[in-house]
């Protein structure tokens, strides 16, 4: 293992952790840069013996792009959930189902989960890897294929490039 390996274990999830520290910070300084920065070296750090048999990044840049996808689609979901919420009860929708994955990977599924969860209007209820599904509520659902579809489109299709599993 490489020194810069040692110092940043999962560079991705630095990434990730110093991106979110810099969205939720109330304002952006040099001591919130450098909180975020140490924060993003220390977590993995201390972290990395719960990630035993976790999948490499095979395309950083579809990560990158899915990130962003997950990050328009929670402020899009937040929208329409509210909408949905202030207004009549009746118009709602709400149902149980089953997201069928294509994912051998427990990590790569859970990651899915998080993604399905993270977005307002869903959650991922449990994750059945022997019948390869995700159960999932959605608040207002009336097409469930098209739900499914675009679960499996907009956040499962680039997993797989993403981990290549």
């Not at 840069?33 to 990044?57: C, E, K």
């Not at 509210?82 to 990977?105: E, T």
């Not at 579809?149 to 907009?154: D, H, L, M, S, Y």
Request: hydrophobic letters at 50%.
């Amino acid at each position: 293992m490489t020194l810069a390996q040692r110092i940043v274990p999962q560079p991705f999830v630095s990434l990730a952790v110093l991106g979110l520290w810099l969205v939720i910070a109330s304002s952006f300084t040099l001591g919130s840069l450098i909180l975020g920065s140490v924060l993003a070296l220390l977590i993995p750090i201390f972290t990395q013996r719960f990630w035993p048999d976790r999948p490499l990044v095979r395309r950083p840049g579809t990560a990158v792009r899915l990130f962003g996808l997950v990050c328009w689609d929670i402020m899009l979901a937040n929208w329409e959930v509210a909408r949905l919420v202030l207004g009549p009860v009746g118009r709602l929708h709400p149902r149980f189902f089953d997201v069928p994955i294509d994912l051998d990977d427990p990590f790569v599924a859970t990651l899915l989960a998080s993604i399905i969860s993270l977005t307002p209007g869903t959650v991922s209820v449990d994750i059945d890897m022997g019948r390869r599904v995700i159960h999932v509520h959605g608040l207002d659902v009336e097409d469930e294929a098209a739900v499914i579809a675009t679960i499996k489109g907009r956040y499962e299709a680039p997993l797989k490039e993403i981990f290549q599993c």
